[in-house]
């Protein structure tokens, strides 16, 4: 027996946008989220000097905002980081947090990522943790090793009650932005093994939102929201044009999942 979880779709705009193609996008996208079925939530992780016109112009649509990155401190002499509580105070929903391009350009380790989801919560955010294997670790074999450390780390620091607040993207490190999204089946077996891993934590945190990141695209995303432990995903590219982003969206009420 599945349960039916609902779907939750996150753009992740990355480095990209300027105030007035932000305006078309925003606006672009809470107009056409209306037509979406009510079990699919949608959100948009916007660069932080964009909160306030993501609030400006998501506010009473469908669509949630937040940030991309939160500061590991809770406030103090930390020059250019930005706190979660300064994300919460433009009624932000999110915080992805451990990104791998954090990871691999910023030299984030697994224990700053939880400290980081520690923040979030206590922000009353919602971290949406990033997990995911390089080409050479999954071509070694260590995929299940190296993701299974990653999201061990940051549910060895939160009590039940907080594991079960969170959302966590599977994103293959080799999957994104390369256009080549991970199969169906390999998407679904790692989350299945997520999963596995939240279960273990307590029975709350066993349906937290697994979302799918990488190369998302509205050809391949009813195919892998589909799978039975997929609830949804963090889109880069293709969350930078609205059609693109709601089909994807689209996708995720399409996609009801199959028994497993
Ligand atoms: P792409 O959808 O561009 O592959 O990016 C995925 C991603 O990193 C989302 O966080």
């Not at 609030?55 to 990155?69: C, P």
Request: charged share 20%.
């Amino acid at each position: 027996m599945t349960k039916q979880r609902s779907k939750l779709v996150v753009g992740n705009w990355k480095m990209h946008g300027r105030l007035a193609a932000n305006a078309a996008l925003l606006e672009g996208v809470a107009r056409g989220a209306q037509a979406l079925p009510p079990d699919v939530h949608v959100g948009v992780c916007v660069p932080f000097p964009y909160l306030a016109q993501a609030q400006a112009l998501l506010g009473g649509s469908r669509v949630q905002w937040g940030a991309q990155d939160v500061s590991a401190h809770e406030q103090g002499a930390y020059t250019g980081e930005v706190a979660a509580g300064m994300v919460a105070d433009f009624e932000s929903a999110f915080a992805i947090v451990g990104h791998s391009e954090r990871r691999a350009y910023h030299g984030e380790s697994s224990e700053l990522v939880a400290v980081k989801t520690q923040r979030a919560l206590a922000a009353g955010l919602t971290p949406i943790v990033c997990v995911g294997e390089t080409l050479e670790e999954r071509e070694s074999g260590a995929t299940e090793r190296v993701v299974g450390a990653q999201i061990d780390a940051v549910l060895a620091v939160l009590s039940v009650e907080e594991a079960a607040r969170i959302v966590v993207a599977y994103e293959p490190v080799w999957a994104i932005g390369t256009g080549k999204s991970a199969s169906s089946e390999q998407a679904q077996q790692m989350h299945a093994f997520l999963r596995a891993r939240l279960a273990a934590k307590g029975a709350q945190v066993a349906d937290v939102p697994l979302l799918y990141g990488g190369s998302v695209k509205p050809e391949n995303a009813a195919e892998l929201f589909r799978q039975a432990d997929i609830d949804g995903g963090l889109i880069g590219g293709a969350s930078l044009k609205a059609g693109d982003f709601l089909a994807i969206c689209a996708a995720a009420t399409a996609g009801a999942s199959v028994a497993s």
